[in-house]
Every structure is written in C-alpha cells, then in structure tokens.
C-alpha cells in the first residue's frame, strides 16, 4: 500500500513539474515575440551598422579620416538623422540643417541632457 501511494505522489509531481516547464517556456516565448511585435513599431532614427558590442562605433572614428567624413558617408547611407553609439552612449547625429534648427529650438528640452557617469558625479560635485 505505501509503494502505491509513494508512486502515485512521484507521477503527480512529475505532471505538475512538467505542467511549470510548459507554461514557464510560452510564457517566455509569448514575451519575446511580444516585445519584437512591440520593438517594430516603435520609429526612430535609424541605427547605423557596423557597431562592436562594447566600444560601439567608435572604431569608425579613429582612422585617418576626420569624423565630418566619416558621419557624411553614414549620412548618405542612413539618411540626414541616424543613430549611432559611442561606448554604452547612443548619440543622434544630425546632418541637416533644417532638422538641426528644429532639434535646438523646438525640441531643445528633449536633447539638453548628458548621460550620468561616476567621473562627473565625483568632479561635477554631485552634478551640481
């Protein structure tokens, strides 16, 4: 009799275990394509390839050709607003002057921001 019970206590242990592993992998799975039906939606500027996974793109930056080139190329390529990063930072690079007028006038709020570092906490007295 205890032999039954014990085996009957394994089997609905194991179906509950299961029954957590399915619903804790749809859920995942229904989040990830959720937040890609999301993430296509969203507009912005777009982002320039060719970003390293840590140093971003500042790799572009450090040949022998001076920068101007260097975003007038990208400008070409992504169009005269795109997205770029420079270590963790994302940065707007604006390569039109219209675009550039309506960024420090209208909008000038949205860009009057820098991102917040240990350095300029410490020399910033506390961004003071």
Known sequence: MG???LSQTSAVAAILITLLIILYT????????????????????????????????????????????????????????????????PALIVSNWEIAKECLTTHDKVFANRPKTLAMEILGYNFS
């Open 3 to 5: 032999i039954l019970v």
């Open 26 to 89: 749809s859920f995942l799975v229904s989040r990830n394509l959720l937040r890609k039906c999301i993430g296509k939606k969203r507009r912005g500027a777009p982002e320039a390839g060719g970003a390293w996974p840590v140093i971003g793109h500042l790799h572009l930056l450090r040949g022998p050709e001076p920068p101007y080139r260097v975003f007038g190329r990208m400008a070409d390529k992504y169009g005269p607003i795109f997205n770029i990063r420079i270590g963790k930072n």
